[in-house]
């Protein structure tokens, strides 16, 4: 988990990819772990983000940026293989 800083404009992104990452950060808010909300939510976000033009390389770098450990990547790169292939990634 990690705690964006109060007013963070996550530069270099247009106004409704602030949103989608501000929503995605929101979500990430127990490390992106998987249930039952979390995969009802998640795969549609990213499927959002990948349909705003952004790839996933660069929403990692973004999380990163705020202060998403690791494990936490991980697990959001668990939901980006949920949303591409259907199965939740290892």
């Known amino acids: 988990m990690a705690k964006r800083p109060a007013g963070y404009e996550w530069p270099g992104f247009d106004d409704e990819q602030r949103r989608l990452l501000n929503m995605i950060d929101t979500n990430g808010n127990n490390g992106w772990a998987p249930n039952s909300h979390a995969n009802a939510l998640m795969p549609k976000l990213l499927q959002r983000w990948a349909d705003s ?11 990163a940026a705020i202060g998403y450990d690791r494990g936490s990547l991980h697990q959001l790169s668990r ?6 292939t259907g199965k939740f990634g290892r």
Do not use: D, I, V
């Open 53 to 63: 033009g952004r790839s996933f390389p660069e929403l990692s770098a973004a999380m």
């Open 79 to 84: 939901w980006e293989s949920k949303r591409t």
